[in-house]
């Protein structure tokens, strides 16, 4: 078990459901008539996933990806390793990336440029959190939760040593 403790709540329950019932429905609204896949980064993004697909009203399938950073270091060092590829082609679908955390960025940049070299029909972003003032590389969410600074997060689907997952609240670690 690893020893840091939590410090405080970041982000409670409450305001994390609040905020996915805003986002599912800002994004029903943005594909209506249109059927959605929503593509999963593993494994921060389950939890979200599973909240905010519950919150569509359009048709949405699902697919994951599991990628990571070369090197082990905790700083992504921006060359991506695809540890496992989607299910299904996405040629000609409406694609979703949904991420728990954007921070340097460098994993959503190679994952969009990958992505689009599949020839989907289009290609968005959703990430719960953003933490702007660490960002390496110019890209944006299309559709974000929250901005957060610069702290350690855990919860919600964030781990840290693959611990604390499952807490329903984000936190910060002491
Ligand atoms: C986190 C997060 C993003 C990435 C963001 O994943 O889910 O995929 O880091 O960092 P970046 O913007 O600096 O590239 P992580 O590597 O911690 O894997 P996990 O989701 O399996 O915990």
Redesign the pocket.
Same mark, same amino acid.
């Given at each position: 078990m690893p020893e840091k403790r939590l410090e405080k709540i970041l982000l409670g329950r409450t305001e994390i459901e609040q905020k996915i019932v805003e986002l599912g429905s800002q994004i029903s609204k943005d594909y209506e008539g249109k059927e959605l896949l929503l593509i999963c980064? +593993?494994? %921060?993004?389950v939890i979200f996933l599973a909240d905010l697909m519950r919150h569509l009203t359009v048709p949405a399938e699902i697919d994951f990806m599991a990628v !990571? !950073?070369y090197g082990a270091s905790t700083e !992504?060092s921006g060359v991506v390793r695809i540890l496992k590829d989607l299910d299904c082609s996405i040629e000609n679908k409406h694609c979703l990336i949904v991420? /728990? @955390? @954007? /921070? !340097? %960025? +460098?994993? +959503?940049k190679y994952l969009e440029e990958n992505l689009l070299s599949r020839h989907p029909a289009s290609i968005k972003i959703v990430a719960l959190l953003d933490k702007p003032e660490r960002r390496k590389v110019a890209i944006q969410p299309d559709y974000c939760g929250f901005k957060i600074p610069d702290e350690f997060v855990v919860g919600y689907g +964030?781990?840290f040593s693959e611990q604390y997952r499952g807490l329903p609240d984000l936190c910060v670690l002491a």
């Open positions: 980064v +593993l494994k %921060g993004a !990571s !950073s !992504s991420e /728990d @955390i @954007i /921070d !340097s %960025g +460098l994993t +959503l +964030l781990d």
